[in-house]
């Protein structure tokens, strides 16, 4: 069973900064891993993506504020978003491309609001 956990979500203001965290329950340094968010109302949209040899892919509307990276000694994913607005209001999950099949996490609320 692959497991995964997200954390660091919460509320932030317009321009403000997050750093959210994926704990995995096995070993990631095989396997493409990725941010994928859906906010209200609309369906679930790819964030960013990162391979086992470290290319990283975003979605335009987070090129230049959102940076994936991952530790694969602690088994985590991680997402550093700047520069927030209120479009990116959404649950936030982490995903793993797993031998076993595709894994996802129970995802993480993002709010941002002033």
């Known amino acids: 069973q692959v497991q995964l956990v997200e954390s660091g979500g919460g509320l932030v203001q317009p321009g403000g900064s997050l750093r959210l965290s994926c704990a995995a329950s096995v070993g990631t340094f095989r396997y493409a891993m990725a941010w994928y968010r859906q906010p209200p109302g609309k369906e679930r949209e790819l964030v960013a993506r990162?391979?086992?040899?470290?290319?990283?892919t975003y979605g335009d509307a987070v090129k230049g504020r959102f940076t994936i990276s991952r530790d694969n000694a602690k088994r985590a994913l991680y997402l550093q978003m700047n520069s927030l607005n209120p479009e990116d209001t959404a649950v936030y999950y982490c995903?793993?491309?797993?031998?076993?099949?595709?894994?996802w996490g129970q995802g993480t609320q993002v709010t941002v609001s002033s």
């Open positions: 995903n793993i491309e797993h031998l076993r099949g595709n894994y």
């Open positions: 990162i391979t086992m040899d470290g290319t990283q």
